[in-house]
């Protein structure tokens, strides 16, 4: 797969000491783990770090008119997905223990889709995606 070559290559002229690319064509996953001891600057950025790969894995996959991939650099997607299934679960049990709305903070159109399936299942309250743009954000509240 062409985009996933062109990745690497990225990733080596980033001349990070150490740096792995993994790629997943069945689940559609390209998986980056990067250990560089002297980038504190990629740990506080790293968010960023991996919405622009993502963007730019896109832009690369559809010039080449390959299929789009999933980016993930040293973990942050799952452990991001962790956290908002951890803090909707416990939105959840504020909503049931106040009986009243709760607002979200405005996520992605990703983090809140992770917000809908997390509380999808749950019998006592319902989500709903409010707002425009950047301030979009989810209101859980009782069914």
């Known amino acids: ?23 997943d064509e069945e689940t559609r996953k390209i998986s980056i783990f990067i250990n560089d001891p002297v980038t504190p600057f990629l740990k506080k950025n790293l968010g960023q770090y991996v919405q622009d790969f993502s963007l730019l894995t896109h832009l690369i996959a559809k010039k080449l008119n390959e299929p789009l991939f999933f980016i993930d650099i040293n973990n942050y997607r799952v452990e991001r997905e962790r956290i908002i299934h951890e803090f909707a679960k416990a939105a959840a049990k504020k909503v049931m223990a106040t009986k009243e709305p709760i607002p979200l903070p405005p996520m992605n159109a990703y983090e809140r889709r992770l917000v809908h399936t997390t509380l999808a299942v749950h019998p006592e309250v319902k989500t709903e995606s409010v707002g425009e743009g950047r301030e979009r954000h989810i209101v859980i509240a009782l069914v």
């Open 1 to 23: 797969m062409e985009t996933n070559n062109i990745i690497k290559k990225l990733i080596e002229f980033m001349a990070f000491e150490e740096a792995e690319v993994k790629c």
